[in-house]
């Protein structure tokens, strides 16, 4: 009967979409060459990458100086990067003119906090009592850079330099900043006129300005400030000015993250009759700079690209102590691998610590989407 | 029901002072916050007087009429070492207005066109932008500055075996040379012309608007303003005898003499800060498009609408909204990092404030200076900015 | 409520000024501390630069211990700050550094508003031109139209316009805070000429050039450049020290009194030497030091000639000759104040 040929069992095996449709070629076909305004692009493109690369890999590792040749080499005709640079001074960019048996010292308190800023990712740490890991953490580092207890040598600060410069000088800021821009960001939205004119007033300041005057104020005038016989540390005066600064960016940061927080939430406190500060703390602000984070990290990163200014009051930061060892005259000339170091070094901070701030913005955001 | 008795009354016309009443804690934290500021800014000042006159270090603004007695390199008015520190300041003050003027603009055309990239159909394309983007965004920019600055001064050849790629056109070590036009008075005429076709294609671009408002008829005011803008400046180059005489830099002794000259350290401010500030300007666009719902798009075409209408008449304004504010913002970061110039010796305003501090000993009025206006110049774009902001905000409870 | 704030800033206010009117607040503030915080050059081969060990080498830092040595018998007990030419005067006005010894040329400018009081001058200098030889110059009137490399902050950078406007010339600055810098730039062929004090030139083409005798210095000095060491307005008795410990060593050398014969001269019949070495006491009361003081000078760091022979001199890269550094009974201008 007809029904036989309904009821056969045998299929004929699937065939593989056509190679138009899947498979790198059509993968090709669909990113790279779609329309011919992108076909030309990517032609081009490719054009360029095969002028640029190959020439870079060729200076950069092919015909390159290893990391025990001397200037002499370095500079004969058509040698490649100078390695060789990078391996001489390396102790001195990183760690500037630390003493050299002491520098495991400037290394230990780097990865110190390197370990407080991983841990401060990780969300299963934020509770109330991780401040207090950090002030440990902070107070760990001052003990390994200065010394004078527990038999380290007593370290000046102004010996301190390179590397651990710019990370004590990011991390402090931003510790110490912290509460003053809460402080700031909840005075800015007060409803007491004078209170809200002063924060209006010295969040504008600090922010109209470009950090370089600031530095310049700090260097030039805080030691005016002080009654005679009083005197006040150059790092010490960077400090303040970075705190100044960090103070006011983060204050923005926050008052973003306040009014983000619905109108209903600070009437529903208001109803339960808590206090101004009972609500600030126990209701608003836990969510406010949850929200802000991710603007709070990518100032963060503003700020540790921006100790590298300090180079122009004289403070040798990792900017400043490898444009200190570019004046060697020995070892003039080798600024493309100098600044090649330290600028991955920076590129690695920042980049992980903006990759941290995408993913944590993606996590918030999906826990609030409906 | 008994109105108020007078009793009643007399009670709350009492003054009563109790902290209870939050009115009164209002008033007495803020007598309070401002107390405090207030001795703590008496304090300040009068240590600042007693230093600086136990020291005797001058104070006041009347350095500002000696002599600067110092050479600047670039200068936009005319300026010796014979005019005062006052005009000194005043060439740092345009000197910053140029690079970041120019600045803005660049950065503004390279950001858009990366940020337009980095959304492109085309994976490669969009791969490419990404990269430039985050390897810029990451790096500090003093030492980006440092890098082209060197990248100029140590690559380029040196003065006596410069590159002439077009005849005209030097470089070297020390900057780009390129001719001008001679001086003529059919150059005057030409920047008027210029200023007349631009209001009149303004003009054209309100008549056609309000035309086709009224009938529906489109009218090509596109072409036409562009038509006016090129063309009446052209005929005026026409009319007045088309001159074609140029300053052509010559190598004398030293340098190149005649011609304009760009110096390395412009070009490096320049170029260091435009890489810099638009790849930031690249986000804020690519997220202000984003922002626009992907349904406007599609309802757009679902009406007709080709790609280049949808984007200017649907989707363009709607980002704007969400782009301006950060743009400008960003607008004014470039502003403020123009003062690294100090770094590579390029004299903007805090580069010559430094000077004239150094050789007067005068730190707070020179610090003052500088404050003032850079403070001045980002309240003037904040001032704008609220007011743009105002002028789209969505009405919210 | 403001009253009482008033009054309380008030009261601070004058504990503060009353504090700040003695005399003396520097140099007590050095001997509580124990040594002398000295800024010098922070690389100037001659007068002040680091070896590459970190030890201080240099005129300007031999006068630094000379003070200390007056100070604490010491010359080890001195903390050395380098200092940019932009840096210098805010260290010293605001305190960072008791005493600047940075080749540091006294003008009236620098004496009156910057607020610096000038010890006795150390090194008589004048400023110059430095031009590869290949230019072919020979003089520096031919430098017109040149690209001038200097270092901001300087005299040297307003000597430089005023001689340009005076003979009719033109030139391009680049002006760059940093020495090394300027260095850097010009030996890279950013600049053609090279300007700074002729002490200067010597020691960056002696240390620095690639090849020395590629560079020439051109024989006009277009300036006067008395380099001296300076301390803040406020502290006579600080500033009578250092005055009195360059003088010991000029006076020292005017008796041909050295490192290695200072303690025969302890036994000398002229009341001047008598009087110098604290042998007969009274000079070391006067300034409220150590009667030894200016024997230990001379023991510990020298007499003028040996400061300027170790760093400077003919057996240096240096190789600059004494011209108008010498003594004045030998046609120089180095003349010391009597010590009675």
Request: with cysteine; glycine share 10%.
């Amino acid at each position: 009967m007809t029904g036989d040929v309904h009821n056969s069992t045998v299929s004929l095996p699937d065939e593989r979409p056509p190679s138009s449709v899947v498979g790198p070629l059509a993968w090709i076909r669909a990113n790279l060459f779609n329309t011919w305004f992108n076909g030309l692009l990517t032609i081009l493109i490719v054009w360029l990458l095969f002028q640029m690369i190959p020439p870079f890999v060729s200076w950069a590792f092919v015909k390159a100086q290893g990391f025990g040749a001397t200037p002499q080499e370095c500079r004969a005709p058509g040698a490649g990067a100078c390695w060789a640079f990078v391996s001489e001074k390396l102790r001195f960019i990183l760690f500037g003119t630390y003493p050299y048996n002491e520098q495991w010292r400037p290394l230990a308190a780097i990865m110190v906090v390197i370990l407080l800023l991983a841990a401060s990712c990780d969300r299963r740490f934020w509770r109330a009592w991780f401040p207090l890991v950090w002030v440990a953490g902070l107070a760990l580092v001052g003990v390994l850079m200065w010394g004078g207890v527990l038999g380290l040598t007593y370290v000046e600060n102004s010996f301190w330099g390179g590397l651990p410069l710019t990370i004590i000088l990011s991390v402090i800021g931003l510790a110490v900043a912290f509460p003053m821009s809460i402080l700031l960001a909840l005075g800015r939205r007060s409803n007491m006129p004078a209170i809200r004119a002063l924060s209006v007033a010295y969040i504008e300041l600090i922010r109209g300005v470009p950090l370089v005057s600031l530095l310049f104020m700090a260097s030039v005038m805080f030691p005016l400030f002080l009654p005679t016989g009083v005197s006040i540390d150059k790092l010490l005066r960077a400090q303040i000015a970075f705190i100044m600064f960090a103070a006011a960016y983060m204050a923005e940061a926050i008052r973003g993250g306040l009014q983000a927080i619905p109108k209903g939430q600070y009437e529903a406190a208001d109803g339960l009759g808590l206090s101004y500060w009972q609500k600030m703390g126990k209701i608003i602000l836990p969510q406010a700079i949850a929200i802000s984070i991710p603007p709070l990290v990518n100032t963060f990163i503003s700020f540790f690209k921006d100790t590298s200014l300090v180079i122009i009051i004289g403070l040798y930061d990792l900017l400043g102590t490898a444009k200190a060892s570019l004046t060697d005259p020995a070892w003039r000339g080798f600024y493309r691998e100098a600044y090649l170091f330290i600028g991955l070094i920076y590129w690695a901070f920042c980049f992980f610590m903006s990759k941290y701030s995408q993913r944590l913005e993606r996590d918030l955001n999906r826990s609030r989407r409906r | 029901m008994a109105s108020e008795t007078r009793d009643d009354r007399r009670e709350r016309a009492a003054i009563s002072f109790s902290l209870n009443d939050p009115t009164v804690r209002a008033t007495v934290y803020q007598i309070l916050v401002i107390g405090a500021v207030v001795a703590l800014g008496w304090y300040l000042i009068s240590n600042t007087l007693d230093n600086l006159s136990r020291r005797a270090i001058a104070t006041g603004f009347g350095f500002l009429g000696r002599e600067a007695s110092f050479g600047i390199s670039e200068h936009l008015i005319d300026y010796s070492p014979r005019d005062d520190y006052g005009r000194a300041l005043l060439v740092g003050v345009l000197n910053t207005l140029k690079v970041s003027f120019i600045g803005v603009i660049l950065a503004t055309l390279l950001g858009t066109v990366v940020g337009i990239a980095r959304l492109s159909s085309n994976w490669l394309v969009a791969r490419m932008a990404g990269v430039y983007v985050e390897t810029v965004r990451n790096i500090p920019p003093l030492l980006q500055l440092f890098f082209w600055y060197a990248l100029i001064t140590e690559s380029m050849p040196p003065v006596r075996q410069a590159l002439n790629p077009i005849p005209g056109v030097f470089l070297s070590q020390r900057g780009v040379w390129f001719p001008t036009p001679m001086p003529d008075p059919v150059w005057s005429t030409m920047g008027i012309a210029l200023l007349v076709g631009i209001v009149a294609a303004w003009g054209v671009a309100r008549w056609a608007k309000a035309r086709q408002d009224r009938t529906g008829q489109p009218f090509p005011k596109g072409l036409v303003g562009v038509g006016l803008i090129l063309g009446l400046p052209l005929i005026a180059y026409v009319a007045g005898g088309a001159p074609t005489a140029l300053d052509m830099p010559v190598l004398q002794g030293f340098n190149f003499r005649g011609g304009m000259v760009l110096s390395p350290e412009f070009f490096a401010i320049l170029i260091g800060l435009v890489v810099y500030t638009a790849a930031f300007i690249a986000e804020v666009v690519r997220g202000g498009i984003l922002a626009v719902n992907w349904g406007q798009t599609e309802a757009a075409r679902a009406l007709g609408l080709p790609q280049g209408r949808t984007l200017r008449l649907v989707v363009l304004p709607q980002a704007l909204r969400v782009i301006v504010p950060p743009l400008t913002s960003q607008y004014l970061n470039l502003t403020k990092n123009s003062s690294l110039a100090l770094a590579i010796g390029y004299p903007d305003l805090v580069s010559i404030a430094n000077t004239a501090i150094n050789q007067t000993g005068q730190a707070i009025e020179g610090v003052a200076i500088i404050m003032g206006t850079y403070l001045s110049i980002s309240l003037t774009i904040s001032l704008f900015m609220n007011w743009y902001n105002k002028r789209i905000a969505l009405v919210e409870r | 409520m403001k009253a009482g704030f008033f009054a309380a800033a008030a009261a601070a206010m004058t504990l503060v000024a009353a504090g700040g009117a003695q005399a003396g607040a520097t140099l007590d503030a050095i001997k509580a501390r124990g040594f002398v915080q000295c800024g010098v050059n922070s690389g100037l081969a001659g007068f002040g630069s680091p070896d590459s060990a970190g030890n201080w080498t240099g005129l300007d830092v031999d006068y630094c211990r000379a003070v200390a040595v007056t100070l604490f018998g010491d010359p080890s007990k001195v903390k050395f700050t380098p200092l940019s030419a932009q840096q210098r005067f805010p260290a010293v006005q605001s305190g960072e550094v008791d005493l600047l010894s940075r080749n540091t040329t006294w003008t009236l400018t620098r004496d009156t508003s910057v607020g610096l009081n000038f010890a006795p001058v150390t090194y008589y200098d004048g400023q110059g031109f430095m031009v590869p030889k290949k230019l072919g110059v020979k003089s520096a009137k031919e430098l017109n139209g040149a690209t001038v490399c200097v270092q901001s902050g300087t005299t040297t950078e307003l000597n430089l316009a005023d001689y340009f406007r005076a003979n009719g010339m033109s030139f391009n600055p680049v002006v760059i805070e940093s020495i090394d810098e300027v260095n850097a730039a010009y030996f890279a062929g950013r600049c053609d000429v090279y300007t700074t004090d002729a002490s200067g030139l010597a020691g960056t083409r002696a240390s620095v050039a690639p090849n020395p005798d590629d560079h020439v210095i051109l024989p006009e000095l277009i300036s006067k450049e008395p380099l001296a060491p300076a301390v803040r307005h406020g502290d006579d008795q600080w500033f009578d020290i250092v005055k009195w410990t360059v003088y010991a060593t000029i006076q020292a050398e005017e008796k041909g009194i050295t490192s290695k014969n200072v303690d025969e001269f302890l036994k000398s019949k002229d009341p001047d030497v008598l009087r110098l070495l604290g042998v007969t006491p009274g000079m070391g009361a006067a300034l409220g030091v150590d009667e030894k003081w200016a024997y230990n000078v001379i023991k510990k760091v020298g007499n003028y000639g040996e400061i300027f022979e170790k760093n400077v001199g003919k057996n240096t890269p240096l190789k600059l000759e004494r011209g108008l550094n010498a003594l004045w009974t030998q046609g120089g201008l180095q003349y010391a104040a009597p010590f009675r």
